[in-house]
């Protein structure tokens, strides 16, 4: 391929080129970005190989593309030695700025006096919301399910949990490597939320959970299911990548949608922030238990001298419940915590042992 001659005081130029779901995602705007470049890297560490596609890609655009792995893009020091002098392309699946990694490589092209772009494509998040039939603008916080957190999922949960008490949705993505083969199935992803809903006990996860399975989204062989989580987990996905998503409240729009897009009654499709229970709510009754027991342990032992300590941590207590039941959430863990803590110094003052 023959090239133009660069100007004198040419400083390179760094592009970033998503390519959608998949190789053949990419936009005219992208595909003619590749065309122009000196050099393309193609990462590709986190989804499975598409060597069709990619050779697709590469008679589409003309240029042979160097698939790179993690460690290469995360070091960046070839990709901005190129850049320096040459017009140089990291094609990306999805969009290019949604990974940490990706912005960080940007800024230090930029403190490099390098020129960067950006060009855009589509990505899991908006396509997840397309294909569930959910309302993309009511989904928050992206959670990752990777290999050594699913046997545990706190992360998840917490992030899970905390959605759910807004009435968002969830998106979970299951963590795949290209090196080793290796990645997150829906069934352990969905037996690790339920070991975590066990420890936590925040009534965000049960078997009963309405939840949707997204497989090769975008792909060949695209699979998608949804139902309850003891149902859905029993169930062979295929290839991945695979997502995971749990709804918060249902607008009847969506459950409209999600009942049409994947054959279920209107009734089978169900709301989960509904019985979600606050950390608050389910900390301060065992707090407020603990507290009044040891209360009742202390008044035959100590002298009237100290029956103001007692009262005024029974007036804690009492507040911690009022709160809690109005929804002062801090308040309550608060008050609650001083109860505790008057109790605490008349213990560590020798006066009375408690055994809390």
């Known amino acids: 391929m023959k090239y133009q001659s660069r100007p004198h005081d040419f400083m390179g130029r760094l592009s970033f080129v998503g390519l959608g779901l998949n ?12 065309k122009s470049a000196d050099a393309v890297y193609l990462e590709y560490y986190t989804t499975p190989h598409e060597p069709q596609l990619i050779k697709e890609l590469e008679r589409a655009t003309g240029r042979p593309l160097t698939v790179v792995d993690r460690g290469f893009v995360e070091d960046g020091g070839t990709i901005l030695a190129d850049a320096e002098g040459k017009n140089v392309v990291l094609a990306v699946l999805g969009d290019p700025m949604i990974a940490t990694t990706h912005n960080e490589l940007r800024a230090r092209a930029i403190r490099k006096g390098i020129e960067t772009r950006v060009v855009h494509s589509a990505t899991i998040g908006s396509a997840a919301a397309s294909a569930s039939g959910l309302h993309s603008y009511k989904f928050s916080r992206t959670v990752t399910v990777t290999r050594e957190s699913v046997g545990k999922l706190t992360q998840a ?5 905390s959605n759910l008490l807004e009435g968002a949705h969830t998106l979970l993505l299951l963590e795949y490597d290209v090196q080793s083969g290796e990645g997150v199935t829906p069934g352990d992803a969905m037996a690790g939320l339920l070991l975590a809903e066990a420890n936590f006990k925040r009534g965000a996860v049960t078997e009963g959970t309405f939840a949707m399975v997204l497989s090769r989204l975008g792909r060949e062989g695209f699979r998608s299911a949804a139902g309850s989580l003891g149902e859905l987990s029993k169930r062979d996905y295929g290839e991945p990548p695979h997502s995971v998503v749990v709804p918060g409240k249902l607008h009847f729009s969506e459950v409209e949608a999600v009942a049409a897009i994947f054959g279920l009654a209107d009734q089978d499709v169900r709301s989960n922030s509904d019985g979600v229970l606050r950390t608050a709510q389910t900390l301060v009754p065992r707090y407020v238990a603990k507290t009044k027991r040891a209360l009742e342990s202390l ?3 100590l002298g009237a001298q100290y029956e103001h300590v007692l009262e005024n941590a029974e007036l804690y207590v009492k507040d911690a419940e009022n709160f809690l039941a109005n929804g002062e959430d801090e308040m309550a863990m608060l008050s609650v915590g001083y109860a505790e803590g008057l109790l605490d110094s008349l213990s560590f003052a020798g006066i009375a042992k408690i055994d809390w």
């Open 23 to 34: 190789s053949r995602g990419v936009t005219l705007e992208g595909a003619a970005e590749m």
């Open 157 to 161: 949960y917490h992030v899970l949990h």
């Open 299 to 301: 008044k035959p032992r």
